[in-house]
């Protein structure tokens, strides 16, 4: 069973940048679609950006198109979203998900499609 851990939030201006990271332990990582999702005080999760297994697909939630990049590194066991051009509405706990278990090599969209959640990461962008 994959196990996720989280870093690289923190506080950030308005127009800033962060890298959260998610570093996976056990299970087969390189065989797990993985996403980011994020959770504002009082809202539902949702998700954030999404990438295959192979790394070949993508996906984006319409709020972060053009300002958040996904990638991973299937050697190094991680996976990256880099948030430029932060706002103050992208203030949230941003969580990894990952799943087990045989997996299309396609970029899974939903909460309910991951099974491994990561601890979180608060990212607070200031105005």
């Known amino acids: 069973q994959v196990q996720l851990v989280e870093s690289g939030g923190g506080l950030v201006q308005t127009g800033g940048s962060l890298r959260l990271s998610c570093a996976a332990s056990g299970g087969t990582f390189s065989r797990s679609p993985m996403g980011w999702f994020r959770q504002a005080p009082g809202k539902e999760r949702e998700s954030v950006a999404a990438?295959?297994?192979?790394?070949?697909?993508?996906y984006y939630a319409d709020s972060v198109k053009g300002r958040f990049t996904i990638s991973r590194d299937n050697a190094e066991r991680t996976v990256y979203l880099q948030m430029n051009s932060l706002k103050p509405e992208d203030t949230a706990v941003y969580y990894c998900?990952?799943?087990?278990?045989?997996?299309?090599?396609?970029?899974?969209?939903?909460?309910?499609?991951?099974?491994?959640w990561g601890q979180g990461t608060q990212v607070t962008v200031s105005s």
């Open positions: 990438i295959s297994w192979s790394g070949g697909l993508t």
């Open positions: 998900a990952g799943r087990s278990g045989y997996s299309r090599d396609i970029a899974y969209t939903l909460k309910s499609e991951y099974n491994i």
